[in-house]
């Protein structure tokens, strides 16, 4: 049980937004275990009015993604039952997300070899500890 409903979740925002602007907000699905880490970037994505939609471990996407659509996948690559490159793997090899760019987070970039990141179909990584700027920098490279 990963998910905490984005709906809830952001919902002071969303009552300051208008049903147009809601509408348009880009969804970005976060895989995180640490809950200060998933917070961090979760508070961000929001602050820069994206939707999130967010797993504890990963073990869920599949039904998330087929719930919200998410427009991005921002995915820590250590994960309590399985690595995030598994889970990155089992997305692509699913025809609703395979096109569904994901990042992938980590403190330990070249963990797994040093192509094992994008060999697993992931777009970039982004190493932790997390920062606005990089995190903005990123995100703004899939989407809007
Ligand atoms: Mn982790």
């Known amino acids: ?18 049903m147009d602007k809601l509408q348009m907000s880009k969804v970005i699905l976060i895989v995180e275990d640490d809950v200060m ?3 961090l970037v979760s508070d961000l994505l929001i602050r820069a009015g994206y939707l999130t939609v967010q797993s504890i471990d990963g073990t869920d996407i599949i039904a998330l993604v087929e719930m919200h659509r998410p427009d991005l996948i921002i995915m820590d690559l250590q994960l309590p039952k ?16 395979k096109d569904i760019p994901i990042i ?7 963990y797994g070899g040093p192509s094992s990141i994008t060999d697993a179909g992931c777009v970039e990584c982004i190493a932790k500890p997390i920062t606005p ?7 703004n490279r899939y989407v809007i």
């Not at 700027?133 to 995100?139: C, G, H, Q, S």
């Open 133 to 139: 700027p990089t995190l903005y920098e990123a995100v």
């Open 37 to 39: 880490q998933m917070k």
């Open 82 to 97: 399985a690595s995030g490159l598994d889970y990155t793997r089992l997305l692509k090899a699913n025809d609703q997300s």
């Open 1 to 18: 049980m990963g998910l905490i409903c984005s709906a809830v979740y952001n919902a002071s925002i969303i009552r300051n937004m208008n």
């Open 104 to 110: 992938a987070m980590t403190g330990f970039p070249l």
